[in-house]
């Protein structure tokens, strides 16, 4: 009786603590369009067949107890986009699964990593207002400890300060946008003018000049990122927005340190040089270098990748000193070096070909079985179609001939033609007959003989 009570009572905290955690994350259905208007919405458009739906299924769940629980203004749902697939249209939405913070009038896409930390901190920055304000130095020196990169407008009201403005509303899914007096920055730092948009990072900051930096929209989105940065899936999809040249090198070794120092260095002396064209960083492992030149290359390796049409460049010679490196990058901006790979046409194709032989030979190299009936029960069957059809055509060639002798006669001679052969057909058998009378009947010399 005792085990009875305790398992209902298992079963009904278990209950419980499933429903309070759904209370955290809203099913929304057609109407939610009606009721947005009002609050601001984290909202995962799923399909229900979708393997990475399901996985982020959990992350979701925790992503609601902590936007919930930390007293955000952020309301988290999820959406069946199949079944609403009218309004997930309307959302833009064009693949699963799709994540959206919903603010009034403007939809902001997450493109970061799924994990919780990453999209709570998503949005509650974007859930914020697009500039903060900095009060006081207390709030500077404690924004710059929380932050690697950290952008700040100094002055009052200006025709700056409203691009400023629009430029966080644009930008403020990837970073944050801060303004304030010339008082709150350290007495150390000075600006040549003012009104003026600082970018700190990197333990040094660095003024915004519409004249040499172009667009402030192009210039931010290019120094959001540090000088030098640990490289993954996302940073390079991110960086292939900028159109920036990439410059990184691959490590697996300990002895790699010393390429990273180099390109460190680099990055930090010769920034006023390279900065503009340039992001420099590294990447652990060579699986997409490889997949990049579709061949294989050694580690450490130093590699340019230009982000806008895919070509990449290599070293003639191998790195060994700052000097050689800096020739490299100069000969890349020149336009004197050897370009290779590319987004055209044939490049393309033989992306196509290369990625299909590196499928198939993951496959067999994992699992040789698996792989002989996937790719030879369709050839068997394809080798089987092609037979029928090859012998089809040899059947109907054959009394294609007998046709076309047939066309090529005159009525007299093909009237004569069926002649012949009725005759033939008569005589066959009589012919036939006397054979077998000839060997049954033997000349009267060959009994003798016998």
């Known amino acids: 009786m005792a085990e009875v009570k305790a398992s209902l009572i298992c079963g009904v905290i278990a209950a419980f603590l499933s429903s309070a955690v759904l209370a955290f994350v809203e099913d929304l259905d057609d109407?939610?369009?009606?009721?947005?208007?009002?609050?601001?919405?984290?909202?995962?458009?799923?399909?229900?067949?979708?393997?990475?739906?399901?996985?982020?299924?959990?992350?979701?769940?925790?992503?609601?107890?902590?936007?919930?629980?930390?007293?955000?203004?952020?309301?988290?749902?999820?959406?069946?986009?199949?079944?609403?697939?009218?309004?997930?249209?309307?959302?833009?939405?064009?693949?699963?699964?799709?994540?959206?913070?919903?603010?009034?009038?403007?939809a902001y896409n997450y493109k970061g990593p799924r994990t919780k930390d990453d999209i709570v901190e998503f949005a509650n920055r974007v859930s914020g207002p697009a500039v903060r304000a900095l009060p006081?130095?207390?709030?500077?020196?404690?924004?710059?400890?929380?932050?690697?990169?950290?952008?700040?407008?100094?002055?009052?009201?200006?025709?700056?300060?409203?691009?400023?403005?629009?430029?966080?509303?644009?930008?403020?899914?990837?970073?944050?946008?801060?303004?304030?007096?010339?008082?709150?920055?350290?007495?150390?730092?000075?600006?040549?003018?003012?009104?003026?948009?600082?970018?700190?990072k990197d333990g040094g900051y660095f003024t915004y000049d519409e004249y040499e930096d172009g667009s402030l929209s192009s210039w931010v989105n290019k120094e959001r990122f540090q000088g030098y940065l640990q490289i993954d899936g996302f940073t390079l999809y991110e960086l292939g927005e900028t159109g920036v040249r990439l410059m990184w090198h691959f490590t697996l070794f300990s002895f790699a340190f010393?390429?990273?120092?180099?390109?460190?260095?680099?990055?930090k002396e010769y920034r006023e040089h390279f900065n503009r064209d340039f992001q420099f960083g590294h990447m652990d492992g060579n699986d997409y270098i490889n997949s990049l030149i579709m061949g294989e290359v050694t580690v450490p390796s130093v590699i340019?990748?230009?982000?806008?049409?895919?070509?990449?460049?290599?070293?003639s010679e191998p790195i060994e000193t700052m000097e050689q490196l800096v020739q490299f990058i100069s000969s890349v901006l020149n336009g004197s070096a050897q370009a290779y790979g590319g987004d055209g046409i044939i490049q393309r194709?033989?992306?196509?070909?290369?990625?299909?032989?590196?499928?198939?030979?993951?496959?067999f190299r994992?699992?040789?079985?698996?792989?002989?009936?996937?790719?030879?029960?369709?050839?068997?069957?394809?080798?089987?179609?092609?037979?029928?059809?090859?012998?089809?055509?040899?059947?109907?060639?054959?009394?294609?001939?007998?046709?076309?002798?047939?066309?090529?006669?005159?009525?007299?001679?093909?009237?004569?033609?069926?002649?012949?052969?009725?005759?033939?057909?008569?005589?066959?058998?009589?012919?036939?007959?006397?054979?077998?009378?000839d060997v049954g009947e033997k000349d009267p010399e060959e009994k003798k003989t016998d």
């Open 258 to 267: 010393r390429l990273k120092g180099l390109i460190q260095r680099v990055a």
């Open 136 to 200: 006081s130095k207390q709030m500077f020196e404690h924004m710059m400890k929380r932050h690697d990169v950290l952008f700040v407008y100094v002055g009052g009201e200006s025709p700056l300060r409203e691009k400023y403005n629009d430029v966080a509303s644009e930008l403020i899914v990837y970073t944050y946008f801060f303004s304030g007096s010339e008082e709150v920055l350290p007495e150390s730092l000075t600006l040549p003018e003012l009104p003026a948009v600082v970018v700190f």
């Open 31 to 106: 109407t939610f369009k009606d009721t947005r208007v009002n609050d601001v919405w984290l909202v995962d458009f799923y399909a229900p067949w979708c393997g990475y739906c399901k996985k982020l299924e959990p992350v979701w769940h925790e992503v609601g107890m902590e936007l919930k629980s930390s007293g955000s203004p952020v309301r988290v749902g999820k959406m069946d986009a199949t079944a609403y697939s009218g309004m997930a249209s309307e959302f833009g939405v064009r693949g699963y699964p799709t994540i959206k913070l919903l603010k009034g009038d403007l």
């Open 366 to 437: 994992s699992s040789p079985l698996l792989g002989c009936f996937l790719f030879g029960l369709p050839l068997g069957v394809i080798s089987l179609m092609c037979y029928g059809i090859c012998t089809a055509e040899s059947d109907d060639g054959a009394d294609d001939m007998d046709a076309l002798k047939r066309e090529g006669l005159t009525d007299e001679e093909e009237e004569e033609e069926e002649e012949r052969q009725r005759a033939a057909e008569l005589e066959g058998p009589e012919e036939g007959e006397n054979e077998e009378e």
């Open 349 to 363: 194709i033989k992306r196509v070909a290369f990625d299909a032989r590196s499928t198939i030979m993951s496959v």
């Open 304 to 315: 340019i990748l230009n982000t806008s049409n895919e070509q990449y460049f290599l070293p």
